[in-house]
């Protein structure tokens, strides 16, 4: 705790700069290290705020992902393609598969969690095009449950042209999307050792292949009326010649009642949707097959959050261990396919990663996870250095506030002392006098008027004083009953002229007065006008050297906005204020330090009063001087409109 020196040495500047230095120095380096922590933490919340979202988006895509695929899954599952199938009698098994799935007929235990629609199926159609030179297309007709010869429509003639050039053998026939997709020849012999190390004999649940045009299922279906052998006895060749299984999907379903549904059950919220969605179709010229947003998307909407492959294989903690099993598991037998049940993401659609048919899009409603991170952190940043700043302008305002409580301080010591000083003068003066008058020292008349005289103008110069004091004790809690009328100029100068005529001619100084013709009325208080034009006088008096004289001038002017003002100006031939001094001249207890050297008595209050006297009367006091010259202030007083001249 610091000791009285301490505090005087504070107080009167001494140690200032040293001990704000210290504390402007430690608060600097507090702030900078707020600034690095600050933003440090907030990119650290920004980048795990992107990490949850992006944490909470993935198992929604899996989800969502796995109920599209199962729907499609459930067909392939209910039209299982088993290897005693290629007979004209087996396409009586798939036509029963194709009818008990419109009428959802099948044991739903076989297929857990599936709710397919017969509305997806459009029509199931059986291309035969293994020992035929014509090829025959029969249809499967759900509602007559009966088998019919068909003409090729023309939605999927190209893509029956394709398949007939693929059913050469089962191998071709299970590359026959990957030779098409392939730009290469390096692609696709990459691709034919990738589909041939994939499939095993009898593996025909993997067979399906999807067609992102029509869209459409299919899948090679080998023909065994050219073996010899019994069905008991036959077994899958990749050389055998295929005909065809082709499920045409209804699109118009998939983009109006399919896709709509899934994408409100995994990504809407409280306001709606949370992420814009699309399903493209890729390709030469990419289709767009669903958006949940107009314009989605478009290349304003920049970096997507994330896509998937619709049809590429599921992720490691998806697929489990069932998939690796059934992957590599050999050819199972007729009768295991009447009761072979899997789960709805069972990959029975082949495609690979590489090869995206059908896109997933998303995007968060508010754009980009990283552009809403970024707006996250500099929405962070910025309202942290909001704080910062607000810290830095409070850490500023109270060292402010503190420089000029000291600064307060001193001056109010100094004018304690000033006020003593001027108290204790004329004190003393009548307490001689009085002394004398007491001892019987007074004989004659002219020591009687002389030591009343003395005590006279000593108690005059104490109600001075103490009027100055009082008058500033008003101003500064704004209770001065003023009471505004208009006024003659010359009124108010001649009040002012009597007040210190007594002063005037004690001090031998020439009071020169030159008056404006025909000057207006103004707006004022007489008694406050006339104590400020006093402490003026006063001003100039006490400050003025061996030149004494005063001048004191009344003219009328154009003020702002067309209006008028009365200038009552005071000017002395005295010393004048130093530049250093003239912005400090009306703080209260300001006294400039080369008068203070020079002992010249006062307060600190005349500058002071005169100026809230002068904005008391809706005017306002200005001052100009030069050194060594003298100085003039001005009591600038509005004319009320329509005040009359005086002649």
């Known amino acids: 705790m610091p000791n009285h020196k301490n505090i005087v040495d504070w107080i009167a500047g001494k140690k200032l700069p040293l001990f704000w230095t210290a504390i402007l120095s430690g608060m600097a380096s507090l702030l900078i290290i707020m600034v690095v922590l600050q933003y440090r933490w907030t990119k650290q919340l920004s980048e795990l705020t992107e990490a949850r979202i992006e944490s909470t988006l993935q198992p929604l895509m899996i989800r969502w992902q796995l109920d599209f695929y199962g729907e499609l899954s459930a067909i392939c599952v209910a039209l299982q393609v088993g290897p005693d199938s290629g007979t004209s009698e087996g396409w009586n098994d798939y036509l029963r598969g194709y009818v008990d799935l419109s009428h959802e007929l099948r044991n739903h235990e076989s297929v857990e969690n599936i709710n397919v629609k017969s509305d997806l199926i459009k029509n199931v159609y059986i291309w035969e095009t293994s020992d035929r030179a014509v090829p025959r297309l029969l249809r499967l007709n759900v509602d007559s449950a009966k088998i019919e010869i068909s003409g090729v429509p023309e939605d999927i003639r190209a893509l029956l042209a394709r398949l007939q050039e693929k059913s050469s053998s089962l191998s071709v026939g299970l590359r026959a999307w990957e030779f098409s997709d392939s ?54 060749d990749k050389q055998d010649p295929v005909d065809w299984i082709v499920v045409v999907l209804n699109l118009d379903y998939i983009q ?143 060292i402010f506030a503190s420089q000029r409580a000291q600064k307060l301080a001193k001056l109010r010591l100094e004018f304690v002392a000033s006020v003593s000083h001027e108290i204790l003068t004329p004190l003393t003066a009548i307490y001689c006098s009085g002394q004398n008058v007491s001892d019987g020292l007074v004989q004659t008349k002219t020591d009687s008027v002389k030591h009343g005289s003395i005590i006279t103008g000593q108690a005059r110069r104490l109600i001075n004083l103490v009027t100055q004091i009082l008058l500033f004790v008003s101003t500064e809690n704004d209770t001065s009953p003023y009471t505004l009328r208009p ?161």
């Open 183 to 236: 730009s290469t020849g390096d692609r696709s012999t990459a691709n034919s050792q990738r589909s041939t190390s994939a499939w095993q004999p009898g593996d025909t649940m993997t067979g399906w292949q999807f067609d992102k045009d029509i869209p459409a299922i299919v899948h090679p279906v080998v023909n065994h009326r050219r073996h010899s052998l019994r069905p008991s006895t036959q077994t899958l």
């Open 256 to 398: 109006r009642r399919m896709l709509p549904d899934l994408t409100k059950r995994y990504f809407s919220g409280r306001e709606g949707l949370e992420y814009k969605l699309a399903v493209l179709a890729r390709g030469a010229t990419p289709r767009l097959i669903y958006s949940s947003a107009p314009e989605f998307p478009s290349s304003k909407d920049g970096s997507l959050d994330s896509t998937m492959n619709l049809f590429g294989p599921p992720t490691q903690r998806v697929e489990g261990n069932f998939w690796q099993t059934t992957r590599d598991s050999q050819a199972l037998r007729h009768e295991e396919w009447r009761s072979f049940s899997a789960p709805v993401w069972f990959p029975v659609i082949r495609y690979t990663s590489k090869d995206g048919p059908w896109m997933l899009l998303l995007q968060n409603r508010a754009g980009p996870l990283d552009a809403i991170a970024s707006s996250i952190l500099r929405r962070n940043l910025m309202t942290g250095s909001v704080v910062l700043f607000l810290l830095i302008i409070a850490m500023f305002l109270v």
């Open 487 to 647: 006024l003659q100029v010359l009124g108010i100068l001649d009040d002012v002229r009597e007040n210190v005529a007594v002063l005037v001619e004690e001090t031998g100084f020439t009071l020169e007065q030159q008056v404006q013709e025909g000057l207006p009325y103004v707006m004022g208080d007489l008694s406050a006008l006339s104590n400020c034009l006093q402490n003026l006088i006063s001003n100039a008096v006490k400050y003025s050297a061996s030149n004494r004289w005063i001048g004191i001038s009344a003219s009328v002017h154009k003020a702002e906005r067309h209006r008028k003002e009365v200038r009552i100006s005071v000017q002395d031939h005295g010393s004048g204020i130093s530049s250093l001094d003239l912005p400090h001249i009306f703080e209260p207890f300001y006294r400039s330090p080369k008068v203070v050297d020079a002992q010249i008595h006062g307060t600190g209050l005349g500058l002071t009063v005169a100026k809230r006297l002068a904005e008391g009367m809706r005017g306002r006091l200005s001052v100009t001087s030069e050194m060594d010259v003298g100085s003039t202030f001005t009591l600038h007083l509005p004319v009320p409109s329509g005040s009359c001249m005086l002649k």
